[in-house]
């Protein structure tokens, strides 16, 4: 259903078993900075009324995530601990060369959001089937559904603003790129790494 290229491998579970706490502080920023996402979206590309639309209602599910992951950690005896560089959207965001016309620099941004709320996604599904604590499984599950309509959502808005064969041959180099990257990554308890 993803379309990703190279699925993480479940051993990364055992990591993120190790320190609970990690992974929720990573997952409490990653929700964070998807409602940062929604809302450049909005300041960068005001005039494209429907993705403003979905943007508005995306920066406030995302920051209702937030609340849920914060919620989670402060029940579970600890607090937010300090953000930290995402290697996997860093490393992600050097694919496609800056510049070129605002079109392009839209369709650009939103395949980056889909790959990103797809692979997000994909780990959700693995803590949903495999974490020990029915809590954080039956969490992860729920968040599961969520990232799959979000994941889906940039992809159609890249395909309605850009030329469709060229998106779609950009959205399968993207993600060949992204398979590469992920060989390296899933030895960290980080949503993405």
Not at 52 to 71: C, N, P, W, Y
Not at 182 to 191: A, C, D, Q, S, V
Request: a negative charge; glycine letters at 4%; charged letters at 30%.
């Amino acid at each position: 259903m993803l379309g990703l290229k190279l699925p993480t491998d479940p051993r990364w579970v055992n990591i993120v078993e190790k320190n609970i706490e990690e992974i929720l502080t990573d997952h409490a920023y990653c929700e964070q900075k998807a409602a940062s996402t929604a809302i450049s979206l909005i300041v960068s590309f005001p005039e494209y009324t429907e993705l403003t639309q979905e943007m508005i209602a995306l920066s406030r599910e995302e920051m209702g995530h937030f609340k849920m992951v914060h919620d989670l950690i402060l029940k579970r005896g600890a607090i937010l601990g300090r953000d930290r560089k995402d290697e996997y959207v860093l490393q992600l965001l050097k694919f496609f060369p800056k510049g070129g016309s605002r079109t392009t620099q839209l369709v650009h941004r939103l395949l980056y959001a889909a790959l990103i709320e797809a692979r997000s996604c994909e780990r959700f599904r693995l803590l949903s089937e495999e974490l020990e604590d029915k809590e954080l499984s039956e969490f992860y599950y729920k968040l599961m559904v969520s990232e799959a309509s979000h994941y889906t959502m940039f992809l159609k808005f890249a395909r309605k603003y850009g030329e469709l064969e060229e998106v779609n041959q950009k959205w399968q180099d993207l993600l060949d790129y992204e398979a590469q990257i992920m060989k390296n990554l899933g030895n960290k308890e980080t949503i993405h790494g």
